[in-house]
């Protein structure tokens, strides 16, 4: 499978560009699916100042597609889609809900970095569940979530019991069985 973020056959004309070296200067040609290119005048390393790399955080194939980018900086930028993600559902939910379901995210984190596990799709249904279905799409577009993503959140939703309190999804999300 291809990612559809990727494929170049949905590129717009934004997708080659050019940025200037901060070391030399140099303008340096990007294609939207570089991961980094090496200025030819000074021989630095640059990472694509344009490319997101949250989508790393739900994708098997992460790894596969963003190869030698620092783990620094995916962590940065999928820190960056998290808090895309909280600031558009947040606009959407009341104030405690979503207070309470910040707090079982951060706790869910936590949790599952101890255990050496990615929270991944479980923190975004977290963050999604409260949501009206109709919603979903829309705001997955605002954080730019590639397709398969939400077809993945949309199909997992749908496995969840409706009318979960917060600690009731947060403990569902978090049990030893699988959603």
């Known amino acids: 499978m291809r990612c ?6 949905f590129w717009k004309e934004d997708a080659i560009f050019e940025v200037q070296c901060p070391h030399c200067g140099e303008l340096i040609e990007f294609f939207k699916d570089d ?28 790894e596969l597609c963003l190869g030698e ?3 620094e900086l995916l962590k940065e930028r999928s820190n960056l889609l998290k808090e895309r993600i909280a600031f558009e559902v947040e606009k959407s939910l009341p104030k405690e809900i979503f207070q309470e379901i910040s707090r079982f995210a951060k706790t869910m984190e936590e949790r599952f970095k101890e255990q050496g596990r990615s929270p991944g799709l479980k ?12 919603e979903l799409k829309e705001l997955a577009q605002k954080v730019r979530l590639p397709e398969p993503v939400v077809d993945e959140i949309s199909l997992n939703l749908r496995k969840l019991k409706d009318g979960l309190n917060p600690q009731e999804l947060y403990e569902a999300l978090t049990s030893k069985e699988e959603v």
């Open 4 to 9: 559809p973020g990727q494929d170049s056959r």
């Open 35 to 62: 991961t980094t290119r090496r200025c030819r005048r000074c021989n630095q390393v640059l990472v694509n100042p344009r490319m997101d790399f949250g989508c790393a955080l739900y994708c098997q194939y992460a």
């Open 123 to 134: 923190l975004l249904l977290l963050y999604f569940y409260y949501l009206p279905r109709n």
């Open 69 to 71: 980018v620092p783990r």
